[in-house]
């Protein structure tokens, strides 16, 4: 049987999001009262959340190393980092464990491509907004993407650190969400790319003006569609 190793704790929030999506996907294909087969390690968060230098992404690597080869070790047969500003230091991971490593933002730009999506928008923290270890992941799928609004990501790096990431979902997020949404649908994009795991808590998937491309959904059902083999 296959066995998932989920690298989770960027937030804890996330990884339960992670947690639940995987066993339901899992348990609506097999029948209840069946549950995944998975591995976690919840890694803390407080040390890996808003990195800037160089030194720090270092550090970040060898703790993801560190725990990708235990997960490994334990059995996984392959790897999901449950958080998408983390994929900054995805090559290192990968180069340092002998299983796959699920790419989040690869899963998002096949996914959007099949779907005929040329331009969308990435609504998402600073590193992951200005980052070029995800853009062009996405970029190489065919999708012009906006540039950032380093307003905007502020803003955003405000309700994901300072709120969402301790569950707390707020009917003010909410509507700056969906100001923010609605402002890029202006912009011309055909899309939004949600590149923070927490925000599916403020933003309305299934009903919104744009298609909403949630990186949790996604990158949850290509690891649950890897483990159900």
């Not at 999901?80 to 464990?97: D, G, P």
């Not at 939004?192 to 949850?220: C, F, K, M, Q, W």
Request: proline share 3%; aromatic share 6%; net charge negative.
């Amino acid at each position: 049987m296959r066995k998932l190793g989920l690298i989770g704790g960027m937030s804890w929030i996330a990884t339960r999001s992670y947690y639940e999506q995987i066993n339901a996907a899992w348990q609506k294909q097999r029948g209840a009262p069946s549950s995944a087969p998975m591995l976690i390690e919840n890694l803390d968060f407080a040390g890996l959340a808003r990195l800037e230098s160089d030194e720090d992404w270092a550090a970040a690597a060898a703790t993801l190393i560190a725990s990708g080869q235990r997960l490994e070790a334990a059995g996984a047969g392959m790897l999901v980092i449950a958080a998408n500003s983390m994929h900054r230091v995805y090559r290192e991971i990968e180069a340092a464990v002998g299983i796959p490593v699920l790419h989040i933002a690869e899963c998002i730009g096949e996914a959007m491509a099949a779907d005929g999506v040329t331009k969308a928008a990435l609504v998402a923290t600073h590193n992951v907004s200005t980052g070029s270890f995800y853009r062009r992941r996405l970029v190489a799928h065919g999708i012009d993407l906006l540039p950032p609004d380093l307003a905007e990501v502020a803003q955003i790096d405000r309700i994901v650190y300072d709120e969402l990431v301790c569950g707390r979902a707020t009917r003010d997020a909410e509507r700056l969400l969906k100001t923010i949404i609605n402002g890029h649908a202006q912009d011309g994009a055909e899309a939004i790319v949600l590149g923070a795991t927490e925000l599916e808590l403020v933003v309305d998937i299934d009903a919104n003006i744009l298609p909403i491309y949630s990186s949790t959904r996604i990158h949850v059902a290509r690891a649950a569609e890897w483990l159900m083999g």
